[in-house]
């Protein structure tokens, strides 16, 4: 299992929006909505921010949102906020109980 | 409330095994999945398997087969994960995490993580 391929970074300004493609195979990510994204601080556990391509956990503010085309997922975060500064990583299911991450994305807030 | 609460950092020499404890409260145990997750040092995440507390069954990732057991005690709602024959390459910080959503496919809650370093 290859991981999911992620720009390493991303950057926007404060109440800019920004976006990061996940991009699998159609054994992953095009194979099935079972997509995922978490963000994780320095030191911290990651956190689910987008779960089954598109649905956001209760507590996750809308300004993050989630969809797919193709083999390719991507996380959009609108009006960006210096908390939203962190890495971001996207999984997939990709059949016989397995699954599998992305490289993961550094997103910077100017 | 829900969390996941595990042991403490380990080290340990090339060669030999590892058992990390991964104990759950606040819902019911046998009702979710569970996975395990480790992140070396820098890099990125890596999903190593999941176990189902109800029966047991697990799955591994192709990668850790055969070096890698996870287990249960629904008597203490507590999962375990055993590394064997320990190498550099598996020093990191291993997460457990509940599965959710339809198939059990995402992590909604996280362990602190537990710190495992292979040194000789």
């Known amino acids: 299992q290859s991981a999911l391929t992620q720009p390493p970074s991303a950057s926007g300004s404060p109440g800019q929006s920004v976006t990061i493609s996940c991009t699998g195979t159609?054994?992953?990510?095009?194979?099935?909505?079972?997509v995922s994204w978490y963000q994780q601080h320095p030191g911290k556990a990651p956190k689910l921010m987008i779960y089954e391509v598109s649905k956001r956990p209760s507590g996750v503010p809308d300004r993050f949102s989630g969809s797919k085309s193709g083999n390719t997922a991507s996380l959009t975060v609108s009006g960006l906020q210096a908390e939203d500064e962190a890495d971001y990583y996207c999984?997939?299911?990709?059949?016989?109980?397995?699954?599998?991450f992305g490289t993961g994305t550094k997103v910077t807030v100017l | 409330q829900v969390q996941l609460v595990q042991s403490g950092a380990e080290v340990k020499k090339p060669g030999a095994s590892v058992k990390v404890s991964c104990k759950a409260s606040?819902?019911?145990?046998?009702?979710?999945?569970m996975h395990w997750v480790r992140q070396a040092p820098g890099q990125g995440l890596e999903w190593m398997g999941i176990?189902?507390?109800?029966?047991?069954?697990?799955s591994y990732a192709q990668k850790l087969q055969g070096r890698v057991t996870m287990t249960r005690d629904t008597s203490t709602s507590t999962v375990y994960m055993e590394l064997s024959s320990l190498r550099s390459e598996d020093t990191a910080v291993y997460y457990c995490?509940?599965?959710?959503?339809?198939?059990?496919?995402?992590?909604?809650?996280w362990g602190q993580g537990t710190m495992v370093t292979v040194s000789s």
């Open positions: 176990i189902n507390p109800s029966g047991g069954s697990t």
């Open positions: 606040g819902y019911t145990f046998t009702s979710y999945y």
């Open positions: 999984s997939s299911y990709a059949g016989s109980n397995n699954l599998g």
């Open positions: 159609s054994s992953d990510v095009g194979g099935y909505n079972y």
């Open positions: 995490a509940r599965g959710y959503g339809h198939y059990g496919d995402a992590f909604d809650i």
